[in-house]
């Protein structure tokens, strides 16, 4: 059977009270409370509340008061509050968001409005929680896999080779977490690593790349690649698999995945003790977080602009879209070599770094050779309809 959800309703008028236990009694366990000091008192007690329903205006403390006191407190800041109030003004509900409040319900309450927006809050809630889970989960995973790696480590240190070594292993372990979580894509992280090795050995002589692109880095950068989604082990089944079009919440959810890639990685280095003397694993932190943002700032999770993303993420951003383009998804078809580089060259300077575009153009040819060397199925016709080239367009 399943188990009801706690909703705790504050308000000092006990009609209030009547109208919002009839209308969300039949769906959950509502606990009426008639000040907010009762409210505090219930929760000190041990009281269940996975949602709050609170009244502004109040004798004694007022609603802003609980609001605030309740998100100081480790035990209840994660319960979801959404204000019952006749309080229209917009400084009003700044004030509440400003304390951590959810929603603002306006009073007279239609009980229509309060059942859906309960339902929305409790959901994205529970999502929440389980993401929060399956993080401490994962970075458990990481830290023992670190462990492990970390005393294979230290005992790699009597030459260079050694050294390269214990960076494999490293970025071994993550590469078999983000294969195991996510079995859709197939070969799509070794793809990528070639798309990205080709293009910065292409840009090597380029005047704006050539001082960081040395033979070193541009072998990192291919490591490193395959840890772009490494934080997706993190996401939820239902979201990362859904077939259908992602909700607002969902994507929420579902861009999460750079930050949460980008702080294993960083937890690992920690581990490693590499942060002081300069990390191998800096680009995969990088590509991890930073893959998503868009040359015209309008990306995630910063919002970054131009040469303020890392070159490291610009690069994998077109590997990453081109291959997308050409693979077949649960929820689209391949598009041709063609239509794929047609697409990316129609972004350049606004996702994509024009001059990256212009390498990806050079080598078109090849990154054809590449998807089909790579591909997942041997009888795939992806590049059935590549050309071997294509010729490079004018710029716009």
Same mark, same amino acid.
Request: charged content about 30%; overall charge negative.
């Given at each position: 059977?399943?188990?009801?959800?706690?909703?705790?309703?504050?308000?000092?008028?006990?009609?209030?009270?009547?109208?919002?236990?009839?209308?969300?009694?039949?769906?959950?366990?509502?606990?009426?409370?008639?000040?907010?000091?009762?409210?505090?008192?219930?929760?000190?007690?041990?009281?269940?509340?996975?949602?709050?329903?609170?009244?502004?205006?109040?004798?004694?403390?007022?609603?802003?008061?609980?609001?605030?006191?309740?998100?100081?407190?480790?035990?209840?800041?994660?319960?979801?509050?959404?204000?019952?109030?006749?309080?229209?003004?917009?400084?009003?509900?700044?004030?509440?968001?400003?304390?951590?409040?959810?929603?603002?319900?306006?009073?007279?309450?239609?009980?229509?409005?309060?059942?859906?927006?309960?339902?929305?809050?409790?959901?994205?809630?529970?999502?929440?929680?389980?993401?929060?889970? $399956? #993080? +401490?989960? !994962?970075?458990?995973?990481? *830290?023992?896999? %670190?462990? &492990?790696?970390?005393?294979?480590? /230290?005992?790699?240190?009597?030459?260079?080779?050694?050294?390269?070594?214990?960076?494999?292993?490293?970025?071994?372990?993550?590469?078999?977490?983000?294969?195991?979580?996510?079995?859709?894509?197939?070969?799509?992280?070794?793809?990528?690593?070639?798309?990205?090795?080709?293009?910065?050995?292409?840009?090597?002589?380029?005047?704006?790349?050539?001082?960081?692109?040395?033979?070193?880095?541009?072998?990192?950068?291919?490591?490193?690649?395959?840890?772009?989604?490494?934080?997706?082990?993190?996401?939820?089944?239902?979201?990362?698999?859904?077939?259908?079009?992602?909700?607002?919440?969902?994507?929420?959810?579902?861009?999460?995945?750079?930050?949460?890639? $980008? #702080? +294993?990685? !960083?937890?690992?280095?920690? *581990?490693?003790? %590499?942060? &002081?003397?300069?990390?191998?694993? /800096?680009?995969?932190?990088?590509?991890?977080?930073?893959?998503?943002?868009?040359?015209?700032?309008?990306?995630?999770?910063?919002?970054?602009?131009?040469?303020?993303?890392?070159?490291?993420?610009?690069?994998?951003?077109?590997?990453?879209?081109?291959?997308?383009?050409?693979?077949?998804?649960?929820?689209?078809?391949?598009?041709?070599?063609?239509?794929?580089?047609?697409?990316?060259?129609?972004?350049?300077?606004?996702?994509?770094?024009?001059?990256?575009?212009?390498?990806?153009?050079?080598?078109?040819?090849?990154?054809?050779?590449?998807?089909?060397?790579?591909?997942?199925?041997?009888?795939?016709?992806?590049?059935?309809?590549?050309?071997?080239?294509?010729?490079?367009?004018?710029?716009?």
């Amino acid at each position: 059977m399943k188990q009801r959800s706690h909703i705790l309703v504050v308000d000092d008028q006990p009609d209030n009270l009547l109208v919002m236990e009839d209308a969300l009694a039949v769906e959950y366990d509502v606990h009426p409370a008639t000040s907010g000091e009762e409210a505090m008192m219930y929760l000190a007690a041990g009281g269940r509340a996975d949602l709050i329903l609170l009244d502004v205006v109040m004798p004694g403390l007022d609603g802003f008061e609980v609001c605030r006191l309740l998100k100081a407190s480790d035990s209840t800041c994660y319960i979801p509050i959404m204000f019952l109030t006749g309080l229209d003004r917009p400084e009003d509900e700044e004030m509440g968001f400003s304390l951590g409040a959810e929603d603002f319900i306006h009073k007279p309450i239609s009980p229509p409005v309060v059942r859906a927006r309960v339902r929305t809050h409790l959901a994205l809630s529970r999502a929440t929680r389980a993401l929060q889970r $399956r #993080n +401490a989960d !994962l970075e458990l995973l990481v *830290a023992e896999r %670190t462990a &492990e790696i970390s005393e294979q480590s /230290r005992r790699l240190v009597s030459s260079k080779q050694e050294v390269i070594a214990a960076q494999a292993a490293t970025i071994t372990a993550f590469c078999a977490l983000a294969e195991a979580r996510d079995n859709e894509t197939g070969n799509h992280i070794r793809r990528t690593q070639h798309y990205v090795r080709l293009l910065a050995e292409t840009l090597r002589q380029h005047p704006r790349f050539r001082e960081q692109l040395s033979e070193e880095v541009i072998q990192l950068l291919f490591k490193s690649a395959p840890l772009h989604d490494v934080g997706k082990v993190a996401t939820p089944d239902a979201i990362l698999l859904k077939r259908g079009k992602l909700t607002a919440e969902e994507w929420v959810i579902m861009r999460q995945h750079c930050e949460y890639g $980008r #702080n +294993a990685i !960083l937890q690992a280095e920690l *581990a490693l003790g %590499t942060v &002081e003397t300069g990390s191998f694993l /800096r680009y995969a932190a990088e590509i991890a977080y930073s893959h998503h943002e868009r040359w015209d700032g309008s990306g995630y999770p910063q919002g970054l602009a131009g040469d303020d993303i890392p070159l490291s993420a610009r690069l994998m951003a077109v590997a990453d879209v081109y291959d997308a383009l050409i693979s077949r998804r649960v929820y689209k078809p391949p598009f041709s070599h063609e239509d794929a580089v047609r697409m990316i060259c129609e972004e350049r300077g606004l996702h994509f770094d024009p001059d990256i575009v212009e390498a990806m153009l050079r080598q078109a040819g090849e990154f054809a050779r590449i998807a089909r060397d790579f591909r997942d199925e041997p009888e795939d016709d992806l590049l059935r309809r590549a050309a071997p080239s294509v010729p490079v367009p004018p710029k716009s």
